[in-house]
């Protein structure tokens, strides 16, 4: 399978199944708006689909009363799904934040958990190099927490893609032949950009950064990151974002500062996700400054791992 034949599997379910097709058309002609924060810009989309995954309660008795609905059998009927190397299949979500949205769990019901499936986010990148992929963790944005997935959408749409080395905001931490590691220097942003030709490399320095996020994290790193990979220009890149929370306090608030959000990947690359009109209306640039400081790894912690991650060499 390759790009063309996604793309054809996208038309074909638009055409079969009608309330994906009615929810692609009212992506259309969603509110957003955009905010700037320290010269960066930030888009806050108002999508009221998404409210299930928003507020989706991701507790042990919560996971056990429900059905998976990204195990096959029980899809919506109208719902298809393109496999990929006999482990994962492409599946149309109907009810998207981009124009072009899949969702691409494992064909068994198994944890979300990224270490055991790294090396298949890199083919997912390099097989399909227009797409964006992207990894929630189960305590960082992922509301089926129980079935491991990924999620792939257009390259280009997120904010975040326009951040590279050359940013003022960016230094490196590591370099290596064809290896490299950028770390963001925002107080309130804490992610880092890997870089690498090769799928090895990539490997390498990964693992580099998951032992140390391993160390901070006490072990549970796989549910507190979320990843978002592109290949371009013949490399890959990588964002990792280290969270310190799932949620913001404002999301639990009742009261005239409430916003129900609950960031996951496009969040973290720049585009805000509000499934009520209040939320929408209230977000701007201190809240997109709050939300991010919150819910990131915060300056100390994040100091600490580069600390510690520059003495291994």
């Known amino acids: 399978m390759n790009s063309s034949d996604l793309f054809e599997f996208f038309k074909q379910q638009l055409k079969t199944w009608e309330i994906a097709d009615k929810n692609y058309k009212a992506l259309e002609n969603q509110n957003e708006k955009t905010v700037i924060l320290d010269e960066y810009e930030y888009k806050i989309q108002y999508n009221p689909n998404r409210v299930f995954s928003t507020k989706a309660k991701i507790d042990k008795k919560s996971i056990e009363s429900r059905k998976c609905f990204l195990c096959n059998s029980n899809l919506f009927k109208e719902q298809d799904s393109v496999n990929y190397k006999s482990k994962f299949d492409f599946l149309l979500n109907p009810y998207p934040i981009m124009p072009m949205h899949f969702t691409i769990p494992n064909m068994k019901h198994v944890d979300q958990q990224i270490s055991p499936y790294f090396t298949d986010f890199l083919d ?15 305590k960082c944005g992922a509301s089926l927490p129980d079935h491991m997935h990924f999620q792939a959408i257009k390259q280009n749409l997120l904010p975040i893609e326009r951040i590279n080395a050359d940013d003022k905001n960016i230094k490196c931490i590591y370099a290596k032949s064809k290896e490299f590691i950028y770390v963001s220097t925002l107080e309130y942003r804490s992610f880092l950009i890997l870089e690498s030709d090769n799928k090895l490399g990539m490997k390498y320095i990964y693992d580099k950064i998951i032992n140390q996020f391993s160390d901070l994290y006490y072990g549970d790193y796989q549910d507190k990151i979320n990843l978002i990979g592109k290949f371009i220009n013949n490399k890959y ?11 913001p306090y404002q999301y639990y608030s009742k009261n005239d500062n409430s916003i129900i959000i609950s960031p996951g990947c496009i969040d973290m690359g720049g585009v805000f996700i509000c499934s009520d009109f209040d939320s929408f209306n209230r977000m701007n640039s201190s809240y997109v400054k709050s939300i ?17 991650f520059k003495k291994q060499f």
């Not at 997912?124 to 189960?138: H, S, W």
């Not at 991010?292 to 510690?308: A, C, P, R, T, Y």
């Open 237 to 247: 890149r990588i964002y990792i974002f280290p969270r310190s929370a799932h949620r």
């Open 292 to 308: 991010l400081s919150q819910v990131s790894m915060g300056e100390k912690k994040f100091q600490k791992f580069i600390d510690n």
């Open 124 to 138: 997912l990148i390099v097989d399909f190099p227009e797409m964006l992929f992207m990894y929630n963790g189960a």
